[in-house]
């Protein structure tokens, strides 16, 4: 087990950066009467947001292979997952996310901006922010369109992918006990994949519309501060002595 608790690790501290990212100036400008943040400091939360965000995405596609090589190739598992190989995954699940965080921070504030400084939003978003450029084309929408499906899109299908493969080993297990087991390893991280996927994907993936800051803002608030909370949860609850503790709470 030490490779999935290495990558849930990983995601944990990703997660935790990544709400620490936005969370204190956000508090910072509730607290004060001036709500500003300069060209640079903008461009700098946008950056390690996102680049943390898409790490994310990628740990997480690394966590299903990790299952699927545990239920699939169980005999070969200790030589295919390794520290040194699941190291190389986080390593590189760090580097992808900031390139492509970089190019989208990029795209963004290699435009002009109007008159108009005002950022509806809670922080430094794409959508806010782009919508005060006054050179942003279609050509820069796809491109960052294309950056955001690159991480959500082939990070989703490489799960789902994996999951395929998990599925059609598990029905062909011969003990009832064997197919509960490995499906009960997969479900805290199908559950978290879902609720990441499901968020990140309303937000970023579909059609932009100037009137839906507030309904972004809202899924965004969960997205960045909800969903964080709720993955320690998740996992915490297959572990036997929290589930005796619940059944002991609730009667």
Request: proline residues 1%; glycine residues 6%; charged residues 10%.
């Given at each position: 087990h030490t490779p999935m608790y290495f990558f849930l690790c990983g995601l944990s501290f990703s997660e935790t950066c990544s709400t620490m990212a936005i969370i204190p100036r956000m508090l910072v400008d509730l607290l004060s009467d001036s709500k500003t943040i300069s060209l640079p400091e903008c461009a700098t939360q946008m950056f390690v947001f996102f680049g943390l965000a898409a790490n994310n995405c990628f740990i997480m596609a690394a966590m299903s292979y990790d299952r699927y090589t545990a239920i699939h190739k169980p005999l070969h598992y200790p030589i295919l997952m390794?520290?040194?190989?699941?190291?190389?995954?986080?390593?590189?699940?760090?580097?992808?996310?900031?390139?492509?965080?970089?190019?989208?921070?990029?795209?963004?504030?290699n435009s002009s901006f109007c008159d108009s400084n005002t950022i509806q939003h809670f922080f430094c978003?794409?959508?806010?922010?782009?919508?005060?450029?006054?050179d942003?084309?279609?050509?820069?929408?796809?491109?960052?369109?294309?950056?955001?499906?690159?991480?959500?899109?082939?990070?989703?299908v490489f799960i789902v992918m994996s999951y395929v493969f998990i599925v059609s080993t598990v029905v062909k297990m011969p003990s009832a006990k064997g197919?509960?087991?490995?499906?009960?390893?997969?479900?805290?991280?199908?559950?978290?994949?879902c609720i990441h996927y499901g968020f990140a994907g309303f937000v970023y993936l579909r059609p932009k519309d100037r009137d839906s800051f507030c309904e972004d803002m809202l899924m965004a608030v969960t997205y960045t501060v909800l969903t964080p909370l709720l993955n320690p949860i998740v996992y915490s609850l297959r572990n036997k002595e929290m589930q005796t503790a619940l059944r002991k709470v609730l009667g």
């Open positions: 390794t520290h040194k190989i699941c190291f190389q995954f986080i390593t590189a699940s760090w580097m992808v996310g900031f390139l492509v965080s970089l190019g989208i921070v990029i795209v963004v504030f978003d794409i959508s806010p922010v782009v919508s005060l450029a006054c942003y084309t279609s050509r820069h929408e796809m491109v960052i369109f294309g950056l955001s499906a690159f991480v959500l899109v082939g990070s989703c197919r509960y087991k490995a499906f009960s390893t997969c479900s805290s991280h199908l559950t978290v994949v």
